[in-house]
């Protein structure tokens, strides 16, 4: 048989079980090579599909092989550290290869790279004063000068020659037709921040002697070309920006690159005005809020080698950067990094992969570390440089923790304490800032009727409904996005008795409107943020002074620099603490941590107060002292004792169905193949297993959802085990019956 061009293909859209290699014979016209990708037919109707060529080899093909349809350019092609990367995550995580795949390429891949812009040129053959010989009237003129010009640049926009020589559109196509001018396309890539680079102002960077050492430090650990991982762990305020900006001039004079994530999109614009100020058009930002247009553009135009700094969440470190130097996760603690989509992927361990690869100092940074980054920093898997002091004349804020019981006694539906409600006052007295933590949505919690005790429910999920206030109060759900109006009347009973239950942070504003009519107040939530460009604007006029108060849920707490800023209120600090989660006292600890750390960034001194139910609670005490030491001491004896990472790590199953008796089945089936298996083939494993039992939320959008537990050691049996329990437990032809895998999930 004769030999023909035999591609080996992986498909970018796959179920678990089908992710596997498929050969494709390529035609004699096409060129491709391994890392490109490719349009192929796929199935028995043949529709169309993407794949990643693996290997291009010569040989007779074994069997009837279809032909690949086209291959894309080599700006989308992965690298062999992308293609590495790929087949890593598959192995750890139990994704697909296209799952991985899909998060470094371009998305979507087929459509058009660039806008354009319609462009104007002279034809090449043209001379003006022979051309416009058969012209006469007033725009004879106009048309010579335009074409001169034309002589002189080459090409211009269309609108733009409209403009400067007052010549319509229509004018414009008459020259077309007369084939004095055509028009052509000139791509031009997208900027999101092209405003930025307008008003750059580099703030030079004076550092402090505890800066300086810690700079050394970390300098000596990036030029030593060795992959490297450092926790460079400072109180709030103590001024780790400073030093990792001086770190970042420091790898790229030495000719490499530099990845910058930071957790939210709340804290891009900040830090993008920072390295963009210092480091102008070769820095890319990469975040959701971007346009698709724009994403793409930022990746190809890194793919090509035109930045050297990749800032964004926690998808920029699928960045195709090359020559990396430093990749710095900042606010490492943050749950952020940790994806809950279908590539189930931490920030922190694609980072450590690409560290290694290019040799490259991996930096987590942060005022309340992860706690197993700590551990890891306490026994010398990381290096660990501290900031203990806050940085110049800033010192940490005098924290009050209030028993808010006392004034929920004398008004039930009280938000604002009789302490917060004063200290408010004293700082719009006084001409400066607060910043107000309330970590809930919407108006009110829930609503129940007084009649039959019926708490309103949304249809699709095993939620209740929350309030959301307005012209027209409706009723939210927070997991599927359902909507409805406050009805008048219970939809059970039809009582005309409904409750209002609990608070959000639309109460909240409500009532600092109530108490502090003249305070101008800037509300910083999800439901606010909703447009392009309105987290920049909430942002700029609490930075500039157009507001007094700002208040807002978690995403007020991390990273913002506010030097007007001297008071800071938690209105309920209980919220987090007691959560199924056992992570509940190290996010409340950090939170609190992160918050308290707004007030006082400059000279003037800063407060805060901790609004609430159990004042006692050592959580509080800890976060008002910021003493990190004795908070990580006592936790780590707790995770050793009842045996939680670090000392283990945790696999989260889930079984999804939109029919519920089906769900109980499967659920069934699969503890009898784990504990059969467990007990046979895999009995040389180590494994606890916990469940099944209903996920925190049993029903989101209609579909039912079962879980199990499993504490384990990962090696490479164990990695087989959970392989094999995906690929036999999963049914690729029904879409509703689903099971995943999350392994050390950001939520239990």
Same mark, same amino acid.
């Given at each position: 048989m004769e030999e023909k061009k035999i591609l080996s293909i992986r498909l970018l859209s796959t179920a678990k079980a089908t992710d596997r290699i498929y050969d494709y014979l390529c035609p004699e016209t096409l060129f491709p090579k391994r890392g490109d990708?490719? &349009?192929?037919? %796929?199935? &028995?109707?043949?529709?169309? $599909?993407?794949?990643?060529v693996l290997e291009v080899r010569q040989e007779a093909p074994q069997r009837e092989c279809k032909e690949i349809l086209s291959v894309f350019p080599p700006e989308y092609a992965l690298g062999e550290e992308m293609l590495d990367l790929c087949e890593h995550l598959r192995s750890q995580i139990f994704c697909t290869f296209g799952d991985a795949a899909r998060a470094i390429l371009p998305s979507p891949v087929y459509k058009k790279a660039a806008k354009s812009v319609r462009c104007l040129a002279i034809n090449a053959k043209t001379d003006p004063e022979t051309a416009l010989s058969s012209f006469s009237g007033k725009n004879k003129e106009k048309y010579l000068a335009l074409l001169r010009f034309l002589q002189t640049v080459k090409q211009a926009e269309a609108?733009?020659?409209?403009k400067r020589f007052g010549i319509s559109s229509s004018s414009l196509r008459l020259l077309e037709q007369k084939e004095v001018v055509? %028009?052509? !396309?000139?791509?031009?890539m997208r900027n999101s921040f092209a405003d930025l680079l307008q008003n750059a102002a580099p703030v030079e960077l004076v550092l402090s002697k505890e800066q300086e050492n810690a700079f050394s430090e970390l300098k000596e650990l990036a030029e030593s070309g060795k992959a490297q991982g450092a926790l460079l762990y400072g109180v709030t305020g103590s001024g780790k920006t400073s030093v990792m900006l001086a770190l970042i001039d420091f790898v790229l004079s030495q000719g490499k690159n530099v990845i910058f994530l930071v957790p939210e999109i709340a804290l891009t614009s900040q830090s993008a005005r920072l390295l963009v100020s210092r480091y102008g058009n070769e820095v890319a930002i990469l975040h959701s809020a971007l346009s698709e247009g724009e994403r793409r553009d930022a990746i190809l135009a890194i793919g090509k080698g035109k930045k050297r700094i990749v800032l964004g969440t926690r998808s920029a470190i699928f960045a195709p950067l090359e020559h990396i130097g430093l990749i710095v996760i900042d606010e490492e603690q943050d749950s952020s990094y940790k994806s809950d989509t279908a590539l189930k992927y931490h920030a922190r361990d694609v980072a450590r992969f690409r560290a290694a690869r290019h040799g490259a100092l991996l930096l987590l940074a942060s005022a309340t570390p992860d706690i197993e980054s700590y551990y890891k920093a306490k026994n010398d898997k990381y290096h660990l440089v501290t900031l203990k002091n806050r940085y110049g004349a800033s010192r940490l804020p005098e924290v009050g923790i209030i028993d808010i019981r006392r004034d929920l006694r004398n008004n039930p539906s009280c938000l604002i304490g009789e302490r917060l409600h004063a200290e408010i006052q004293r700082n719009l007295d006084a001409g400066e800032q607060t910043i107000l933590l309330m970590n809930r949505r919407g108006y009110r &919690? %829930?609503?129940?009727?007084? $009649?039959?005790?019926t708490a309103l429910r949304c249809p699709h999920c095993s939620v209740t409904l929350t309030v959301h206030n307005g012209k027209n109060p409706r009723l939210v759900c927070h997991y599927c996005g359902y909507t409805a109006p406050l009805p008048e009347n219970c939809p059970e009973c039809g009582g005309a008795h409904l409750a209002l239950h609990g608070y959000g942070i639309q109460h909240l504003e409500e009532q600092l409107a109530e108490k502090f009519p003249q305070a101008r107040v800037l509300r910083m939530d999800s439901d606010t943020v909703t447009g392009k460009g309105s987290l920049d604007e909430i942002l700029n006029r609490f930075q500039s002074g157009d507001a007094d108060v700002l208040i807002g849920t978690q995403m007020v707490a991390k990273g913002h620099n506010f030097p007007n800023v001297t008071l800071v209120g938690i209105v309920f600090a209980d919220t987090s603490l007691y959560t199924s989660d056992y992570r509940a006292y190290e996010h409340t600890y950090s939170l609190l941590t992160q918050v308290i750390g707004r007030a006082g960034r400059a000279e003037k001194p800063g407060r805060a107060l901790i609004q609430t139910l159990n004042p006692r609670h050592n959580v509080f005490s800890l976060a008002a002292r910021q003493d990190y030491e004795e908070f990580y001491e006592g936790e780590i004896a707790l995770r050793k004792s009842f045996l939680f990472p670090p000392?283990? !790590?945790?696999?989260v199953f889930t079984l999804a169905d939109e029919d519920e008796a089906r769900l109980l089945l499967r659920a069934k089936r699969l503890a009898d193949q784990l504990s059969t298996q467990l007990a046979g083939e895999f009995q040389d494993v180590s494994l606890v297993v916990y469940g099944p039992f209903d996920a925190t939320v049993y029903k989101i959008r209609g579909i039912y959802r079962k879980r199990f537990i499993l504490k384990f050691k990962n090696t490479r049996r164990t990695r087989a085990l959970f392989e094999n329990i995906l690929i036999t437990q999963s049914d690729p032809k029904d879409r509703q019956a689903k099971l995943t895998l999350d392994i050390n999930p950001g939520m239990i």
């Open positions: 990708l490719v &349009k192929i037919p %796929f199935g &028995k109707g043949n529709r169309e $599909q993407y794949g990643i609108v733009e020659c409209e055509f %028009f052509c !396309e000139k791509e031009e &919690k %829930f609503v129940s009727c007084m $009649q039959c005790g000392f283990c !790590e945790l696999a």
